[in-house]
C-alpha cells in the first residue's frame, strides 16, 4: 500500500521559516518525481515545486528565492525549506509522486501551514 505522509506544518509569523517533509512508503521512491502543491482556502490546487529523479528542480514563480525542495532516496522523503513566508503563502500543502513510466500517481493527505501574525 502506498502511503505519503507529510508533516512539518504549523503556524508562523511573516517572516518565518518551515521545513516540510513527505515520507514516502509502498514505492521505489527513486523512480518517482515529487511535486508540492498547495491549496489556500476558496482556491483551486496549484503547483509550487518539483524534483525530478535526476535531481533536478523546477519552482512556482511565486516561490522563487524563497522555497527549496530537495530529497533523500535514502530516506524516501521530500522535503520543502520554506523561508520569508507571506500571509499569501497559507494553505494545504500537498506532496505527489509521479512515475512517468509508469503513469501512476499518488497523493498525500496534507500539511497546514499558516502564516499569520
Known amino acids: 500500500q502506498v502511503q505519503l505522509v507529510e508533516s512539518g506544518g504549523a503556524l508562523v509569523q511573516p517572516g518565518g521559516s518551515l521545513r516540510l517533509s513527505c515520507a514516502a512508503s509502498g514505492i521505489i521512491f527513486s523512480f518517482y518525481d515529487m511535486r508540492w502543491y498547495r491549496q489556500a482556502p476558496g482556491k483551486g490546487r496549484e503547483f509550487v515545486a518539483i524534483i525530478h529523479t535526476d535531481g533536478s528542480t523546477t519552482y512556482e514563480d511565486f516561490v522563487k528565492g524563497r522555497f527549496a525542495i530537495s530529497r533523500d532516496n535514502a530516506k524516501n522523503t521530500v522535503y520543502l525549506q520554506m523561508n520569508n513566508l507571506k500571509p499569501e503563502d497559507t494553505a494545504v500543502y500537498y506532496c505527489?509522486?509521479?512515475?512517468?513510466?509508469?503513469?501512476?500517481?499518488?497523493w498525500g493527505q496534507g500539511t497546514q501551514v499558516t502564516v499569520s501574525s
Open positions: 505527489n509522486a509521479y512515475s512517468s513510466s509508469t503513469f501512476d500517481r499518488y
